[in-house]
Nanobody
């Protein structure tokens, strides 16, 4: 059974850092592109970052470039999103996503709140 489980969210002050994790089970992450999305209250879900399966190419939303870093540890079957210099606009629920065998899978999300 394919599952994605996020963790690591929390409350952080502006300028602070957090690392969120996406642990996969039921499939091996190394065969798939994995993405992070976020959804702020009253807004649509948006793609934040993704990491490719083979060449490990990465993509970042313009507003997070230079501040966020996506990485993967295939041995732990986990993808990470390191978030630095956090801003209040980064507040939202962060979701992990994978398309496995033509089906979309989402984690339950982890809340990130940036506030003083």
């Amino acid at each position: 059974q394919v599952q994605l489980v996020e963790s690591g969210g929390g409350l952080v002050q502006p300028g602070g850092s957090l690392r969120v994790s996406c642990a996969a089970s039921g499939f091996s992450l190394d065969g798939y592109t994995i993405a992070w999305f976020r959804q702020a209250p009253g807004k649509e879900r948006e793609g934040v970052s993704c990491i490719g399966k083979n060449d490990r190419s990465t993509y970042y939303l313009d507003s997070v470039k230079g501040r966020f870093t996506i990485s993967r540890d295939d041995a732990k079957n986990t993808v990470y999103l390191q978030m630095n210099s956090l801003k209040p606009d980064d507040t939202g629920v962060y979701y992990c996503y994978a398309n496995v065998n033509s089906r979309d899978y989402w984690g339950q999300g982890t809340q990130v709140t940036v506030s003083s």
